[in-house]
């Protein structure tokens, strides 16, 4: 297969958060271009990031629907999985994540991102494998947006949550969440991780509790359940990166959930693993 040739695009879905929406067009479009991102705004009264290549990027406004947060999940990943249907139509390989998910391929594998998913053509889809970053509260200061992420937070939780297949090479159906390809079962790669940076930190999930339009959708007990990471990594002993991601990986793609065989199951409870130095100054 001729590399270079690979045509990529990359998706995700927004509304009223433009801080994770200009670092993701600006780590995705260094990658794979700005002309082949592609952004729904949930909302006509969605205003576009104030970015460099903004007007590269392929912005399409959706009317917003008031959905509660299990309806509207379910309703963004079946938007994302029909334009992935039309995207196929021009692209080789289609990535569909959250505005504040980061598909990463480790340097240690020796190349870079497209050369590397043009050698897994054959699957189906690839699932990355999840880390969950947050705050230490107790050693870490307040995330500064215009920085790398991972050169101010040094944990991350090993989340079979954030284990998601966001690689497609061929037409799928998304699961709520993006967490799963229906009728599909997963793959996860040995060179691929997913950092998830909703939490990342503090300051910015408290004022997401004050969100009227959160509120609405019953998104508060979410993010309340979500905060507990900040108490799980500052609390919790982590382990050194090459102790356990090798395990966690294993675990999470032979152990399944009983009644989603095609999900992941971690069985950790509250491992916390220390991010690599390698990563510092990817994202």
């Not at 054959?122 to 790398?148: C, H, W």
């Not at 508060?220 to 990594?233: A, D, V, Y």
Request: aromatic share 12%; net charge positive; proline share 3%.
């Amino acid at each position: 297969m001729d590399c270079t040739k690979i045509k990529i695009a990359v998706i995700t879905t927004v509304r009223n958060d433009n801080l994770f929406l200009i670092k993701w067009i600006d780590y995705y479009g260094s990658i794979f271009g700005h002309k082949n991102l592609f952004v729904f705004l949930d909302g006509h009264d969605q205003k576009l990031p104030e970015c460099d290549n903004v007007n590269e990027v392929n912005f399409l406004k959706l009317p917003h629907k008031n959905l509660k947060r299990s309806k509207g999940d379910r309703n963004r990943a079946l938007q994302m999985s029909y334009l992935a249907h039309s995207l196929f139509l021009l692209f080789d390989t289609i990535l569909a994540m959250d505005v504040d998910e980061f598909l990463v391929l480790d340097p240690l594998a020796g190349t870079d991102l497209i050369n590397y998913l043009s050698t897994k053509k054959r699957y189906e889809t690839l699932s990355a494998l999840g880390l969950d970053v947050g705050q230490n509260l107790e050693i870490e200061k307040q995330i500064d947006f215009n920085k790398p992420f991972l050169n101010q937070r040094n944990f991350a939780h090993i989340s079979s949550r954030y284990t998601k297949p966001v690689v497609a090479n061929k037409p799928v159906i998304w699961g709520s969440g993006m967490h799963r390809i229906k009728g599909s079962n997963y793959r996860i790669d040995k060179n691929l991780y997913l950092f998830h940076f909703g939490m990342v930190d503090y300051e910015k999930s408290k004022h997401k509790l004050k969100d009227e339009d959160l509120i609405q959708k019953k998104w508060i007990n979410h993010i309340k359940r979500r905060k507990k990471l900040f108490e799980i990594i500052t609390k919790n002993k982590p382990i050194a990166w090459d102790k356990v991601i090798n395990k966690a990986r294993f675990k999470q793609q032979y152990f399944r959930k009983i009644l989603a065989w095609n999900k992941p199951s971690s069985l950790f409870k509250n491992k916390i693993v220390i991010i690599d130095k390698r990563f510092k100054d990817i994202v």
